[in-house]
């Protein structure tokens, strides 16, 4: 029996081999239906659990639970649901980041551009005003001619450009209020690859409805690196490196349903649906057992790292600026 291989080669294939992929496939087929009924079964339990706790089973809803239940599994029925996760497609917050990365590079050398012509157009005003200068100093010679003529022509073309100009300008501002206004509504830090603090404001804010409609806990966490750990090294580059690993670690950790942003400062907050301040204690400790159980090397030196943490829980009578500063205080 003759196939083609994924290198597009004839080989031959034998009955046995054909049995093989049979069983294979045959066995493929039992631990997808197998995996289908763990998850459909899964399922089940987290709509029942919503249920117990008269939370509406919304989709958003629905995936934070998912997560809080699942981490009560046993590891291996964890670990076989997590691949069927890890199936499903780039999440639409990654994609959305990566979009507004490129949008604001855009927007930079956009900037960059309208910079330089402006310098272009300073220099040709500059030349007409040394041209005048110098029909002012040669007030007789055959050389005067020629050069009210030249003036003549240059400022048939600066006038040309000063119209252009007038028109770059225009333009120039409505990018400038587009530039602003992305960034208000844009929801990830570029600096750090997690969301922004704009992002985490809206949030706390459609978070506090929740809480007072529903009943329901959500806490904050807020962690920094202590500064002890930061004067250890030298180089800011080599800081803001380490800030970020740290950052993208944490982020790796965290279930789907949280939410990690930069406040600002080297300052980051978790926001945790649905869990109360006991649960976001065991989420530091988690945190600081994943810390230091990491090598940190640095300039070729291992580096010890420590994080300082608030936590506090979202109070719908406490506006967010309360919400954060009582959180914040807590860091030294």
Known sequence: ????????????KSKEQKTFVQQSKNEKSVKDDTMIRQVSTFSKQVVEKMSQAGIPATPENFAIYFDKLL??????????????????????????????????ESFRQIKVILETVSGMYTKINKLKTLTKHKIQELSNGSGQIALVAYE?????IVQSLELQQKTIK?????????????????????????YNKNFLF?????????????????????????????????????KELVIKNIAAMIL???????????????????????TTLSQAEKAIESIDYLIQNTNYIVDSQQIEIELEYGRGKIAPHQTKDQILSALINQLS
Do not use: W
Not at 170 to 193: L, Q, R, V
């Open 1 to 12: 029996m003759y196939c083609i291989d994924q290198g597009g080669d004839v080989v031959v």
């Open 71 to 104: 981490e009560e599994k046993p590891l291996k029925q964890r670990q076989a649901i997590q691949k069927v996760l890890e199936t499903e497609t780039l999440e639409e917050n990654i994609y959305v980041a990566h979009v507004e990365n490129d949008v604001k």
């Open 152 to 156: 003549e022509q240059l400022e048939e």
């Open 170 to 194: 225009e333009h120039y501002g409505t990018i400038a209020e587009k530039i602003k206004t992305f960034h208000a509504n844009s929801i990830f830090d570029p600096k750090y690859d997690v």
């Open 202 to 238: 809206k949030t706390i804010e459609s978070e506090k409805k929740n809480v007072s409609a529903f009943g329901y806990e959500s806490s904050l966490v807020a962690f920094k690196i202590k500064q002890k750990t930061l004067e250890s090294i030298k180089l800011q580059k080599d």
């Open 252 to 274: 790796k950790r965290s279930r789907r349903s949280d939410i990690v942003a930069h406040l600002g400062n080297n300052i980051f907050v978790i926001l945790l649906r649905h």
